[in-house]
């Protein structure tokens, strides 16, 4: 979570619907984490110890979901005046985050392609987010939600 919202507010400014993602990911994975304090928090730190957070990180297959993730989090936030999907801090740090995941190019490209496809297809990041990390598509199956504790209407 902490690098998904260093990814969103390294440009100083957290855009309200990566606020509003970063707060629905918060309730499904880190019930227990407000987004706003992590937030708070992280902009009251000086600097963000990357490798620290990164090596917490457990093996291959998460690394790639966070290159996923991170490379939509700093897409999704385009601005209408800007001519690239990542504005130029996001995109300092999303390459910096890369170099401290350590994956090899191709495994990068392959995710970002695979992130590209999902921005494409998909209107909603939540919608993204719960496929990727759950398997989900738009709407989570009964016997999905039961499984994972999530009560449905």
């Not at 902490?2 to 100083?12: K, M």
């Not at 919608?127 to 759950?134: C, H, S, T």
């Amino acid at each position: 979570m902490t690098l998904l919202c260093w990814v969103a507010g390294v440009d100083g400014d957290v855009a309200a619907e990566e606020r509003s993602l970063l707060g629905k990911l918060s309730a499904r994975l880190l019930p227990q984490v407000d987004p706003e304090d992590a937030l708070v928090a992280l902009q009251a730190e000086e600097t963000l110890d990357l490798e620290a957070q990164v090596a917490q990180l457990q093996g291959r297959e998460e690394r790639l979901a966070m290159v996923s993730l991170a490379f939509q989090m700093a897409c999704s936030s385009q601005a209408p005046e800007e001519a690239s999907a990542i504005n130029a801090a996001e995109r300092v740090a999303y390459r910096r985050l890369l170099e401290a995941l350590n994956l090899p190019e191709a495994q990068v490209q392959e995710a970002e392609w695979a992130a590209r496809q999902a921005l494409k297809e998909t209107p909603a990041l939540i919608d993204r987010l719960n496929q990727l990390l759950f398997g989900w598509g738009a709407w989570p199956s009964i016997e999905a939600l039961e499984a994972s504790g999530t009560s449905w209407l």
